[in-house]
């Protein structure tokens, strides 16, 4: 017998979606993947074996070993250990999709709610420069700006910002069109509320389950960019361990050193299976909340 | 969750099961065809006899009967026919059910044969059509038609035209009588209506919240309600305007009380082959 | 058919509103960076007299709209401007790559349609058993793996490892290379008649095109489960079943066909990031496509020859779109009919 909003309902709406959350056990293993590649990413100085060789120096006695029980993962032809550098490489493509989606999420979003609540030509103008972002093949905008930029890791990051908002834009934009019709928000506009209050005190609450789960399913596919523009050559340049670019390095000495590649391709793969897999479980969670 | 559900039906008899929505009925007429029992969720105790066989225990033996010994008709017409095939495609299937190896010509003949059974003016066109292109009382004619293209001996009608307007659920209903009449089709007619009911059927099944409360036939049920819920539901008619029925507002315990089963309705002594 | 050409000219005109809206964002990519594009494009050894005539020669003395003006003109006309790489027109040079990436692309799509849709088909089929968990499992691996790294893993495996296909390249060292005319080989090959030659143009696609297929495959099949398993529910299909209708025919026919018009919108697109994942591919496989040009002329900076690079690219997407509309027009009747009637 409980009071509505008290913290027993709290807890059992809470249960509900860890609940649905879990019904699929491939949404558990995906959280133990991301739980542990964040984990060593972020503790990378103390959990790797050999944190020296973030650097352009290895140990030179022990040149493209194969995996060990001194170099698990093995080592490349300057003798660096790869478990280490693959784990460095995680680090800086999770700090590279964070900034991505810290900046690209908002400018979509905004972009999304004031073309879906105002109409008219301001919604045909920002839709159609929208569109045109979302006409051209991802890698090949992004590759676009990386060609008037220096390959540095910051213009990766502005490259792949650039081709990532309007995709946030056109998710936002479709939720707003049907909010705007609902009766809340009519009631504020009736009562005569602003339209910033409108937009972020009314519409934004109810996006936020999408936003999420988009973010989410995109720190894997962010990782996925970025590591196929610095396979290209038009990334991180060495000798920051990147996943991409360790695979590209790698295949010149395919097949014979095979896990130059196959660690790191296997690599990216995992962490875009696991933040791809948390967020379909997080879909789920939020579709048995509502 | 359905109870002990045990429905039978004579050859050529016209049955009703009565309920307010989510009582069970469109899920006992589903359990009639056998659509439910291979999901995992569905429990199925009791039995629905029809053809010498319990459709209520699913698996192949209701299976092979659909579509020929057994047919079935759907509240809307319209989105009970596929939006990407024209009629003619979908009569062909149904024809294909009551005989694998019929040629498209012979099929192509009896389907226009079926369609202007249930007075439908142009056939060929209608064949040619979309379900989306004809309306919603051309759709529940090609409906009929289809349902009774194999000659079924049992015919389940799930609210049949209550998405459409309400002279043309009347020309359904009518329709529906006359050829099952004449073919010696059982009908068990799924309804919320009591009206149709009434006009309609001549035994009546009243089922409450998964369970069967009350068995009898139409005139014994109408004219003398045993059960509670029977009665409520009848006390509930001249307070809205069109033979629905209304939701009851409150949960009776009286309404649980056991199956009542008029003189004359008990389990027959021969199945129905 | 009037109908449908009606449409074809109505999305032919959107289609050009996006394509201007595009080279005005590739013009504003290039103009606005930072730094002089001649100092850029010529390198840091340049004199600056050299410059000089660069910065006359591309109008970059002029203000920007006049400059975007110079840029449309010459685009319509044909021209988009002179490679510093390789010294030669842009349009000459991709003309000569390009046959080679669009041959791999349009393989990959095939594969893509071939595999992905079966694929989704039994997973929705055998809804929550044993085909549907690999077919999920398929398609999760394709959409979570970049295109590259399928590449070196079926380099490695079937080429390396199996030696089952070649490692690189088009086709073997001595099979002469076909004169023409598509710039396609297997359609070179087929028209010349030369059988041999085919099967090694086609020995040699197959790891590259599957490697650039997976992804599209992936989405493919899930999105042809999600929407099946959807259109299960759809009072139609339990129709089909009621009346009988083997379960394979209504997987295949009454099932499949509304389900595949949403899945059909979303594989233009999945088709359309195949033309940006062949640059990944490329690489892999030393295919000698758009791929090594169009990174080559990105690291020298070579603006022309980047502008006509993801400009031809951009117009093959677009056209893409469009085909697929046309496509999703004629298959989904209910838009075919209401376009006659209109």
């Known amino acids: 017998m409980s009071e509505p909003g008290s913290p027993v309902i709290a807890s059992r709406t809470r249960s509900k979606a860890w609940t649905a959350y879990t019904a699929d056990p491939l949404s558990v293993v995906g959280l133990v993947i991301v739980v542990a590649i964040v984990l060593l990413a972020i503790f990378a100085p103390f959990v790797t074996p050999y944190p020296d060789h973030v650097g352009p120096t290895g140990d030179f006695a022990a040149m493209t070993a194969p995996p060990s029980g001194d170099y698990w993962f093995g080592t490349d032809m300057i003798g660096r250990d790869l478990f280490t550098r693959i784990i460095y490489g995680y680090r800086l493509s999770l700090i590279m999709a964070v900034v991505v989606l810290a900046i690209a999420t908002p400018i979509g979003v905004i972009v999304g709610l004031v073309a879906g609540y105002k109409g008219g030509w301001t919604d045909y103008i920002l839709m159609r420069i929208t569109d045109v972002f979302l006409a051209i093949p991802p890698l090949v905008l992004a590759m676009a700006i990386m060609g008037f930029l220096q390959p540095t890791l910051l213009n990766g990051m502005l490259a792949i910002t650039a081709m990532w908002w309007p995709w946030y834009a056109r998710l936002i934009y479709n939720v707003t069109r049907a909010e705007a019709q609902e009766g809340y928000v009519l009631a504020a506009e009736t009562v005569g509320a602003s339209t910033a209050h409108i937009l972020f005190r009314e519409i934004l609450p109810n996006c936020w389950p999408s936003i999420l789960t988009k973010m989410t399913l995109d720190v894997g596919f962010v990782i996925l960019m970025a590591s196929s ?62 | 969750m359905l109870h002990g559900i045990s429905l039978h039906i004579q050859p050529g008899e016209k049955v009703a099961l009565v309920g307010e929505s989510g009582s069970g009925k469109s899920v006992t007429a589903r359990l009639a065809m056998g659509l439910l029992q291979d999901q995992k969720r569905a429990h199925v105790s009791g039995s629905i006899w029809f053809d010498g066989i319990d459709a209520a225990k699913g698996g192949p033996e209701i299976a092979r009967r659909r579509g020929n010994r057994v047919a079935m008709i759907f509240q809307d017409p319209t989105s009970a026919l596929n939006p990407t095939f024209k009629i003619r495609g979908q009569f062909r299937d149904v024809l294909r059910s009551g005989d694998r190896s019929i040629s498209k010509n012979e099929a192509d003949r009896r389907a226009e044969a079926a ?46 035209g209550t998405a459409l307007d309400v002279t043309v659920q009347a020309q359904t209903l009518k329709l529906m009588h006359e050829l099952t009449e004449k073919t010696g089709t059982s009908v068990l007619l799924i309804s919320h209506n009591l009206g149709v009911v009434r006009e309609f059927a001549d035994r009546v099944y009243v089922i409450y919240r998964g369970r069967i409360v009350e068995h009898g036939t139409t005139a014994q049920l109408f004219h003398d309600p045993r059960h509670p819920y029977t009665r409520a539901l009848l006390a509930a008619i001249p307070k809205i305007s069109g033979g629905g029925l209304p939701d009851l507002p409150e949960r009776s315990p009286e309404f649980e009380s056991p199956l009542i089963v008029h003189e004359g309705c008990g389990e027959p002594t021969e199945a129905f082959a | 058919m009037s109908n449908i050409l009606r449409s074809l000219l109505h999305r032919l005109g959107a289609a050009l509103i996006v394509m201007i809206g595009i080279s005005m964002l590739i013009f504003a990519i290039a103009r606005v960076m930072p730094g ?121 495996v079937f080429g390396y490892f199996w030696g089952w296909f070649p490692i690189e390249g088009r086709l073997l060292e001595g099979t002469p290379i076909p004169a023409g005319p598509t710039g396609f080989y297997l359609i070179d090959m087929a028209m010349a008649g030369n059988g041999a030659g085919f099967l090694d143009a086609l020995h040699h696609l197959i790891l590259p095109a599957l490697a650039l297929a997976m992804s599209g495959l992936g989405q493919t099949a899930r999105l042809t489960r999600s929407n099946m398993n959807e259109v299960y529910e759809r009072p139609y299909v339990e129709m089909a079943r009621a009346y009988g209708f083997p379960a394979r025919r209504i997987a295949t026919r009454y099932a499949f066909r509304p389900a595949l018009i949403p899945t059909l919108t979303i594989l233009g697109l999945e088709f359309a990031a195949m033309l940006g994942n062949a640059f990944l591919v490329e690489k892999v496989f030393g295919w000698p496509g758009l791929s090594r040009y169009g990174v080559e002329v990105i690291l020298r900076k070579d603006l022309d020859a980047i502008v006509g690079t993801v400009l031809i690219i951009a117009a093959a997407f677009l056209i893409v779109n469009i085909i697929v509309d046309i496509l999703v027009n004629v298959i989904n009747p209910r838009i075919r009919l209401a376009a006659g009637r209109a």
């Open chain 3, 36 to 156: 002089d594009p001649a100092r850029i494009a010529l390198g840091p050894n340049a004199t600056a007299e050299q410059v000089a005539a660069l910065r006359v020669e591309r109008h970059l003395d002029a203000s920007l709209p006049v400059q975007y003006w110079e840029f449309v003109k010459s685009l319509a006309q044909g021209d988009l401007g002179k490679s510093l790489y390789t010294n030669r027109p842009v349009t000459t040079d991709i003309a000569q790559f390009l046959p080679a990436t669009l041959e791999l692309v349009f393989v990959s799509g095939i594969l893509m349609v071939l595999i992905g849709l079966p694929i989704g088909i039994l997973s929705a089929h055998f809804r929550g058993r044993f085909p549907d968990h690999v077919g999920r499992l398929i398609s999760l691996l394709g959409v979570c793996t970049p295109a590259f790294v399928w590449g070196v893993i079926l380099q490695l």
């Open chain 1, 229 to 290: 523009l610095s396979f290209l050559g038009l990334g991180v340049q060495p000798p920051t361990p990147d996943l991409g670019s360790m695979v590209a390095d790698g295949a010149k000495y395919m097949p014979d050193a095979w896990w130059l590649t196959v660690f790191p391709a296997v690599a990216i793969l995992l962490v875009v299976l696991g933040f791809n897999l948390v967020g379909d479980g997080l879909r789920e969670a939020f579709e048995a909340e509502s």
């Open chain 2, 115 to 160: 369609l202007a059974e249930v007075s439908i003016p142009d056939p060929k066109r209608a064949l040619d059509s979309y379900a989306f292109q004809l309306s919603g009382g051309m759709n529940q004619r090609v409906m009929i038609a289809m349902a009774l293209a194999n000659r079924p001996q049992l015919l389940i009608a799930d609210e049949p």
